[in-house]
């Protein structure tokens, strides 16, 4: 073989040689560069079966505290209605109680003030007894000061007398015992009084016994 087919053999060995091209480039059907697609930044990362599993549990845990922390808001406002409640209806129990106790003092005052009434009315009566008899007299004005001073006692609790003679019969606070005849001006007005009456704070511990006038007609007159 000469030195000329050594050549051309060389050659196609060069030829059959084809050494590999790693082009990244990417074209598309016309052979024109088509740009890469660019990596995303923000990109989230793939995460694992148990981080899903983790944060799945922690959203359930925390979504089970916020609602026991709902609940516990609840039961909190209800005991403070409920203790409201409570102190409202203890405080009226108390007030109540604190009132029936009052009434049950002033009704035990009242009914003992009845009682002493008719000791005044004795003494006074010995007073009016004794006017006639002059040798009574010290008795009498012993008597009088005894009578003055049980009518102070009364009058420093809150007893009062009712005002009678002159005044208007007034049936809640006269009895009539008698009528007089009378002129026009005294025409149902109480003329004398026989045991006065007393009230007690707003409530009348006995009426006054009272003489009330009757003006006469002109017809019975003539």
Known sequence: MSETDHLIEDH????????PVNDKRRFN???ERVAEDPKPVNAEPVRSQ??????????AEVER??????????VQAKFDEAKSGLEKETAEMRARLMKT????????????????LPVLDNL??????????????????????TARSFEHALASVGV?????????F????????????????????????????????????????????????QSAVE
């Open 170 to 217: 007034d049936p809640e606070l006269h009895e009539a015992v008698d009528m007089v005849a009378v002129d026009a001006d005294m025409d149902g007005k109480v003329v004398k009084e026989y045991s006065r009456g007393y009230r007690f704070g707003d409530r009348l511990l006995r009426p006054a016994r009272v003489q009330v006038g009757k003006a006469l007609s």
């Open 101 to 116: 106790l009052e009434d049950r003092a002033s009704q035990s005052k009242f009914n003992f003030l009845v009682t002493l």
């Open 65 to 74: 505290r916020e609602a026991a922390e709902a609940k516990l808001v609840g």
């Open 29 to 31: 059907d016309l052979g």
């Open 160 to 168: 009062e007398p009712v005002l009678s003679t002159g005044t208007l």
């Open 124 to 145: 006074n009566l010995a007073v009016a007894a004794s006017e006639a008899d002059p040798s009574l007299d010290n008795l009498r004005e012993g008597v009088r000061g």
């Open 12 to 19: 196609k060995d060069t030829e059959e040689i084809k050494i």
């Open 50 to 59: 148990k981080e899903v599993e983790l944060e799945t549990k922690l959203k």
